[in-house]
C-alpha cells in the first residue's frame, strides 16, 4: 500500500495524478476499482475533494499476463527506438486478440519481442496506439511505455498525429472532396458501421491522384476523426469501393480480388521524448503494387504518391 498526505485542496483524481504523474484515465479506472483510500476510508468517486493533511493511500494491480499464440510470422520494422516501433502491418493480421480470434495476433508478436505494457489499474495493454482493419495493410505506431503511450495517444487527439492512406477504387472520383457524414453500427448487420443520424461524427478527406486504363482509380485519404471502417463507410456513400471490399459494396467485374486494397502508407508525428516532427513511409506490398505496375502508368505513380508532396495535396480540403 502506497502513502501520501494532501498538501493542498483539490479533486482526488487531480491530486493523484499530479503525484504519479499518470493521465487522468488511469487515475478515474484506479478509483473506480476501489484501489484508493482517503483516511481509512475507500472512495470510488474521482470528483472527490480532498483536504490539506488527508492521507490518500492506494494500491496497484498487476495485469494478468496473457499468455501468448506461437507466432509463425514476422512483422517489418520500419523505426525502432527506446520509446516506440513504426511496423508496416501485413494484411490479413489482426491486431488485438479477441475470443472470436483464434490465429496468432500483432499482440502475440509483440509479447513474443518483449513489449507488454500495464496501467497502474492492471490493464494490460501492448503500446497499440491507433487502430488499424485486419485486412488493412500499412504504418502502425507502437509505445514502449506508458508515458510513450499517453504522449502519442494525446497527438492522436490534437491531430498532430496521422496518417495518409492510399487505396484503390473500383469508379474515379469526381472531384476532390470531404464527406462530412456521422458514423456507428449498422442497425441491421452487426460487422458493417454505417452513416446513422446519432453516429459518431467523422470526417475523411478524399484526393484524386492517377486514374487506371481500365478505370479503376488510386486515391489518397487523410482522416479527422478515427472511427471503425471510416474510409470504406465514407467512400460507399459517394458510391465508390475500395477493390475487394465486398463487405461495402464492391463488386468484381475480373477475378476475385483477394483483399480490401486500403494502405496506411504515411504516418507523421512529434517524438514524444525529443518533440521532433518525423514522418515514415510504409512500402506498399506485393499486391497493390503488382496492381499498380498492371493497369497504371508508373512514372505518374511514383511522382504522384512521393512523401514530400502527398500531404500538399490535401491543403484545400479542410
Aim: aromatic content about 6%.
Amino acid at each position: 500500500m502506497n502513502r501520501l498526505i494532501v498538501e493542498q485542496k483539490n479533486r482526488l483524481d487531480k491530486t493523484l495524478a499530479n503525484e504519479l504523474d499518470v493521465s487522468r484515465n488511469q487515475i478515474e479506472k484506479l478509483i473506480k476499482d476501489g484501489l484508493v483510500s482517503v483516511n481509512g476510508k475507500t472512495i470510488t468517486k474521482s470528483s472527490f475533494k480532498v483536504e490539506e493533511g488527508d492521507e490518500i493511500a492506494y494500491e496497484f494491480r498487476e495485469a494478468e499476463k496473457r499468455e501468448a499464440m506461437p507466432v509463425d510470422f514476422d512483422v517489418e520494422v520500419i523505426y525502432e527506438d527506446a520509446y516506440l516501433m513504426v511496423i508496416n502491418k501485413p494484411a490479413g493480421l489482426v491486431v488485438h486478440p479477441a475470443p472470436s480470434v483464434k490465429e496468432p495476433t500483432l499482440v502475440d508478436w509483440l509479447i513474443e519481442r518483449g513489449i507488454s505494457l500495464s496501467t497502474i489499474s492492471g490493464e494490460e495493454r501492448h503500446g497499440i496506439v491507433h487502430r488499424i482493419d485486419k485486412e488493412t495493410t500499412g504504418a502502425l505506431v507502437i509505445a514502449k511505455d506508458n508515458r510513450t503511450h499517453e504522449k502519442l495517444s494525446e497527438q492522436l487527439q490534437d491531430k498532430s498525429m496521422g496518417r495518409y492512406y492510399l487505396a484503390l477504387i473500383d469508379y474515379p472520383l469526381k472531384e476532390d472532396t470531404i464527406v462530412d457524414k456521422p458514423i456507428g453500427r449498422n442497425p441491421n448487420n452487426r460487422l458493417k458501421m454505417d452513416v446513422v443520424p446519432h453516429g459518431k461524427e467523422a470526417k475523411t478527406a478524399f484526393v484524386k491522384l492517377a486514374q487506371s486504363s481500365c478505370d479503376t482509380e488510386l486515391i489518397a485519404a487523410k482522416l479527422f476523426t478515427g472511427r471503425t471502417h471510416q474510409i470504406r463507410v465514407h467512400l460507399a456513400t459517394l458510391g465508390r469501393h475500395i477493390l475487394g471490399d465486398e463487405l461495402y459494396g464492391f463488386k468484381s467485374k475480373r477475378d476475385r480480388i483477394a483483399r480490401v486494397k486500403l494502405h496506411a502508407y504515411l504516418l507523421y508525428l512529434r517524438h514524444p521524448e525529443t518533440g521532433e516532427k518525423m514522418e515514415f513511409v510504409a512500402p506498399l506490398f506485393d499486391d497493390m503494387k503488382a496492381y499498380i505496375a498492371k493497369y497504371f502508368d508508373q512514372d505518374e505513380i511514383e511522382r504522384k504518391i512521393d512523401p514530400d508532396t502527398l500531404g500538399d495535396r490535401f491543403n484545400g480540403l479542410q
